[in-house]
């Protein structure tokens, strides 16, 4: 092979890698941003905010739904309220996995769930959280975070839904 063709050949490959590579995004084709308000909860299966407490899968509010940590307290935050219980009271069915990439979050690990009466800490920016719904499980990363006195106690959030502990 000459020179000069060997080139074009490591040229054409290192396109055709790259292209590959960058083209290929199936993991966020399942994204989608929703708005979740305290009145009007979501329904992520549905992706819908809807007002119905039966249809919901959560909702935001300014209290913890189990405990404060330390430097947090009433009206200081905004939470996302689960509406999936069981009969103890012994989860929240939330895990926070910090500021990590929404794709890096493949499954719900179901043994960490958020222990129910210890210290929940408030939604935060850019932190990326898995949640029980009711027909299923959501990973969403918080994009946004608004509370005013007005009980517009909301947040937007890129989410991907599943009915099995897989994403």
Same mark, same amino acid.
């Given at each position: 092979?000459? /020179? /000069? =063709? ?6 054409? =490959? +290192?396109?055709? =890698?790259? $292209? ?7 993991? @966020?084709? @399942?994204?989608? !941003?929703?708005?979740?308000?305290? /009145? $009007? ?14 249809? !919901? ?10 405990? *404060?940590?330390? #430097?947090?307290?009433? #009206?200081? $935050? =905004?939470?996302?309220? @689960?509406?999936? *219980? ?10 926070? /996995?910090?500021?990590?990439? &929404? ?16 210290? &929940?800490?408030?939604? !935060? &920016? ?9 027909? $299923? *499980? ?20 890129? *989410?991907?839904?599943?009915? +099995?502990?897989?994403?």
């Amino acid at each position: 092979m000459s /020179l /000069l =063709l060997k080139k074009y050949f490591v040229i054409l =490959l +290192t396109v055709f =890698l790259v $292209g590959c590579g960058s083209s290929d995004d199936s993991s @966020n084709s @399942n994204v989608k !941003q929703i708005s979740v308000t305290h /009145l $009007g909860g979501v329904d992520f299966s549905e992706h819908s905010s809807t007002a119905d407490w039966e249809e !919901q899968d959560g909702y935001t509010t300014s209290w913890s739904p189990t405990a *404060y940590i330390s #430097g947090e307290e009433y #009206g200081s $935050g =905004l939470w996302y309220s @689960n509406n999936v *219980y069981d009969d103890t009271y012994t989860y929240i069915y939330i895990q926070s /996995l910090g500021e990590v990439d &929404l794709d890096s979050v493949k499954s719900v690990d179901t043994t960490a769930w958020h222990p129910y009466g210890t210290g &929940l800490q408030s939604l !935060q &920016l850019n932190h990326v959280y898995v949640v029980k719904a009711r027909d $299923g *499980y959501a990973k969403f990363k918080v994009t946004s975070l608004t509370l005013e006195d007005d009980q517009d106690w909301s947040f937007t959030a890129d *989410y991907v839904y599943s009915e +099995t502990t897989s994403f």
